[in-house]
């Protein structure tokens, strides 16, 4: 799926209007009476009469679909009491019609300019139901009054809120929430997900996330944006790599973990689980021969390849190098530690090696300065958010900013995968950037990811691009989660993923997606 900024999303609507020819009144109605459907399924087991939602609008595009939206739950039976941000003569031209049809149908409505911040604060608290039309996806930077206020009341109503494709006060395309916002129970986006809405923390501000089909061709959506994308259902099972029926316990995915040392025994061996897991038929686990025999204790699947007990750099290499000869893929990090001999190993390795590489935890520690030694390779960086500034510098104040762009131009300049993980991880190449949405708080804990890179691993072993083997292991992992959650649990423990993944596959096959072809449930 399609993921676009508010800049991709003007650039779909003008195109859509300019050369296919559907007028903007169109999309426009479209869009008013997906916000009025969603809008009627949240009132419609409500009792009373009548039932009065609150209509916030204002004066732009994004009003006129609150408009819309009003005029439809008018003819449903609702009541819609509208609150305009602004007269008829400083709306724009679309807005200003919807206005005028609803004056004409002799709706109920203010201007909040013109009344008393107690008529509006009891006007929303007398409705069942919020609808934000403040500002749409074409404002940016901090609110201003009275718009501050406003959002303030909405928030303090106690209502549940639909917003109208992006809550007020939100930026769209970057995640960023540079002041006060709407916080709203669902949000209809049109045409496609707007990228900073899939983002904290913006994504906490905007609840469940609808898209409405309102008629923009996915060709035009595909050719306007292009980069960014929502890792689907139908994606993942379209690339999940599956065994040919020739496939011996190599060929099915080879993969190599270097990892491991005398305090962090754990690690490398949840990788190996996750690998094994996800389907790699030979993993051996390469390291230290001070770790070995702890390590052994706890592996039955896994080979053991411990490296020379020497003080030699290069003699370590040498020996990585011949282990990972025929690897399929390398995860190199897990537990490794951050000694300076240990780091040198890393980084003269990862500059010796051709083979598809994983590249986590103590290993991102190495590379941080040294982010050259990576540049062109077959590789997945695989940082958290603190691994990841330490990887930036001096840069690292970029990530807060906009965590999609720094994650973009960080995976550009090096040419290699960057799954940057954390709630919504970000999986970042040269040509194209993804938002995995599954996932929830039982990852947090420690050893989870572990496993995800040990599953990246099985997913590049099996013949997947880094931007393939990154997005399916991001996507399945927190399916898995979200599968565990499923079944009430309260907490987990990193070794309950791999047992759970081939479970959680079934699950997802299974369960039903939110979509009519008009509104579809995104998160």
């Given at each position: ?350 500059a010796a090696t051709a083979r598809p590489l ?51 131009e960080f995976a550009t300049s090096l040419d ?108």
């Amino acid at each position: 799926m399609n993921a676009l900024t508010a800049a991709e999303m003007r650039a779909a609507d003008m195109r859509t209007v300019d050369d296919v020819g559907i007028p903007e009144s169109i999309l426009m109605e479209s869009a008013g009476r997906a916000v009025a459907d969603l809008a009627r399924d949240f009132v419609d087991d409500l009792e009373g009469d009548p039932i009065r939602i609150a209509i916030v609008a204002g004066p732009g595009n994004n009003g006129g679909d609150a408009l819309v939206a009003a005029r439809h739950l008018m003819q449903l039976g609702f009541e819609p009491d509208v609150y305009m941000a602004a007269k008829a003569s400083d709306c724009n031209e679309l807005c200003r019609v919807q206005l005028d049809i609803m004056e004409g149908l002799g709706a109920s409505i203010s201007y909040l300019r013109d009344q008393s911040p107690e008529f509006f604060r009891s006007g929303l608290r007398a409705a069942a139901l919020i609808v934000d039309g403040l500002l749409g996806t074409g404002a940016s930077g901090p609110l201003r009054e009275p718009y501050k206020s406003w959002v303030n009341e909405i928030n303090i109503a106690g209502r549940e809120v639909i917003a109208v494709d992006a809550p007020t006060g939100v930026d769209p395309s970057s995640g960023g929430v540079p002041g006060p916002a709407v916080t709203a129970t669902a949000t209809v986006t049109m045409a496609a997900p707007k990228v900073g809405l899939l983002l904290y923390p913006a994504a906490s501000y905007v609840g469940e996330l609808w898209v409405a089909n309102i008629g923009i061709p996915p060709s035009v959506l595909a050719e306007s944006g292009g980069r960014y994308h929502v890792m689907t259902k139908e994606q993942f099972f379209y690339w999940l790599p599956h065994r040919s029926p020739q496939a011996d316990k190599r060929t099915a995915g080879d993969v190599v973990i270097i990892g491991g040392s005398a305090n962090f025994v754990g690690a490398p061996v949840m990788a190996a689980q996750g690998a094994l897991r996800a389907g790699a038929g030979y993993v051996t686990i390469a390291c230290p021969s001070s770790a070995a025999a702890a390590i052994s204790y706890h592996t039955l699947e896994p080979v053991l390849a411990p490296w020379p007990a020497t003080d030699d750099a290069q003699t370590v290499v040498n020996a990585l190098l011949e282990t990972t000869r025929h690897a399929g893929a390398v995860v190199i990090g897990p537990g490794l530690g951050r000694d300076e001999f240990t780091q040198t190993i890393v980084r003269s390795y990862l500059a010796a090696t051709a083979r598809p590489l994983v590249v986590d935890a103590d290993a991102l520690f190495a590379l941080s300065g040294h982010t050259d030694i990576i540049k062109d390779k077959k590789a997945v960086l695989t940082p958290h958010a603190g691994e990841f500034a330490r990887l930036l510098g001096e840069h690292a104040d970029a990530a807060i900013a906009n965590r999609m762009k720094a994650a973009d131009e960080f995976a550009t300049s090096l040419d290699a995968t960057l799954l940057l993980k954390g709630p919504r991880s970000i999986i970042a190449t040269k040509e194209a950037s993804y938002v995995n949405l599954t996932g929830n708080s039982l990852l947090a804990t420690a050893g989870s990811g572990d496993v995800l890179s040990g599953m990246t691993g099985a997913m590049l072993a099996a013949g997947c691009s880094s931007r393939q083997a990154a997005a399916i292991a991001a996507f399945w992992h927190g399916v898995t989660s979200d599968y565990l959650a499923s079944l009430e649990k309260h907490s987990i423990t990193a070794s309950d993923i791999p047992a759970a993944l081939q479970d959680a596959l079934k699950w997802l096959d299974e369960r039903e997606e939110d979509d009519d072809g008009y509104l579809t449930r995104v998160v």
